[in-house]
């Protein structure tokens, strides 16, 4: 994944990508757009993988006498905003915030509205057909 476009692009395919430097050190931290799974390397070694759906989740590690801790927090669930934040020792060493949807809160809700009006059209024809075949 070192295509500076995928890194800064967030998409379901490659789901969010945060890099953050320690000096000569990087972490880089990827969660998943769809299934949750979130792993933190740490110069390029895989130091932490778990999967969750929380709105936030920490993932602490010890490396050369430092304690690290990344966590992912959802800031805003209707456009996907994600948030990273690393800490060395309790300081605050880097955070970037990514968003899945970067459009206007029009387009969302009148996404939603849509999806809405489907699911009720959906829902009414599937009771009216059940109704008559009980009949």
Same mark, same amino acid.
């Given at each position: 994944? #070192?295509?500076?476009? &995928?890194?800064? *692009?967030?998409?379901?395919?490659?789901?969010?990508?945060?890099?953050? $430097?320690?000096?000569?050190?990087?972490?880089?931290?990827?969660? !998943?757009?769809? !299934? @949750?799974?979130?792993?933190?390397?740490?110069?390029?070694? =895989?130091?932490?993988? $778990? /999967?969750? %759906? /929380?709105?936030?989740?920490?993932? *602490?590690?010890?490396?050369?006498?430092? #304690?690290? *801790?990344?966590?992912?927090?959802?800031?805003?669930?209707? /456009?996907? /905003?994600?948030?990273?934040?690393?800490?060395?020792? @309790? &300081? %605050?060493? @880097?955070?970037? &915030?990514?968003?899945?949807?970067?459009?206007?809160? %029009?387009?969302?809700?009148?996404?939603?509205?849509?999806?809405?009006?489907?699911?009720? =059209?959906?829902?009414? !024809?599937?009771?009216? %057909?059940?109704?008559?075949?009980?009949?």
């Amino acid at each position: 994944m #070192n295509n500076p476009e &995928e890194i800064n *692009t967030v998409t379901f395919k490659h789901g969010y990508i945060f890099i953050i $430097k320690d000096g000569d050190n990087e972490i880089m931290a990827h969660c !998943s757009a769809l !299934s @949750g799974m979130e792993e933190i390397y740490y110069n390029d070694d =895989i130091i932490s993988k $778990k /999967r969750s %759906l /929380r709105i936030t989740s920490p993932h *602490t590690f010890k490396i050369k006498d430092h #304690n690290y *801790t990344v966590i992912f927090k959802v800031t805003n669930i209707w /456009r996907g /905003r994600v948030t990273c934040t690393v800490e060395k020792d @309790g &300081e %605050l060493i @880097g955070s970037e &915030e990514k968003s899945f949807y970067k459009g206007s809160n %029009l387009k969302i809700f009148g996404i939603l509205f849509l999806l809405l009006a489907l699911g009720v =059209i959906v829902g009414y !024809s599937f009771g009216y %057909l059940i109704e008559a075949l009980l009949k």
